[in-house]
């Protein structure tokens, strides 16, 4: 495996640590405090983080396939809406084990990716042109940036 490749895993998988953490051993009542994100509590931030990976993995794959995002499905924020409020009903260990599972399939995807997919580009529905990795390397950053938003609503 190249040093490239392990680098963005052991970088994806440092960040979900910070997350997983940060969140072990809270009260329900952590769980239920706001964050600066309107609307979003502790818990669906962590559902957010939980379901968003499954759509970048969706985008990877799109991009190995040489398959364009389908146009119906380019709204972030209704995506992120609408799973946000389908996990408000799971526990907050359901969601984390989620979270954890994600983590799993994105280390796997990430393994079976030879290096030259890596630089495969395109088109991204709000991006413009990418490569697989600069999609991949959204990972550690989106869950390093929740995290912070976590880490201010529990005063940590």
């Known amino acids: ?19 997983l953490g940060l969140v072990s ?22 559902a957010h983080l939980s379901s968003i990976e499954g759509r970048l993995r969706s985008m990877w794959q799109h991009a190995l396939d040489g398959q364009a995002w389908p146009a119906a499905d380019s709204s972030v924020d209704a995506y992120n809406d609408r799973c946000v409020a389908e996990r408000r009903s799971w526990t907050p260990e359901a ?7 994600g983590g799993r399939e994105t280390e796997s995807f990430l393994d079976r990716l030879a290096m030259d997919d890596f630089d495969r580009q395109w088109n991204h529905p709000t991006r413009g042109t990418v490569t697989i990795q600069a999609l991949a390397e959204i990972v550690p950053r989106h869950l390093r940036t929740h995290c912070q938003e976590l880490q201010t609503a529990l005063g940590s």
């Open 1 to 19: 495996m190249s040093d490239r490749k392990r680098q963005l895993q052991d970088d994806i998988a440092t960040a979900r640590g910070e997350v």
């Open 25 to 46: 051993g809270l009260s329900r009542e952590q769980f239920d405090r706001p964050t600066a994100n309107a609307g979003w509590s502790v818990k669906d931030t962590l």
């Open 95 to 101: 969601i984390v084990a989620e979270l954890e599972q």
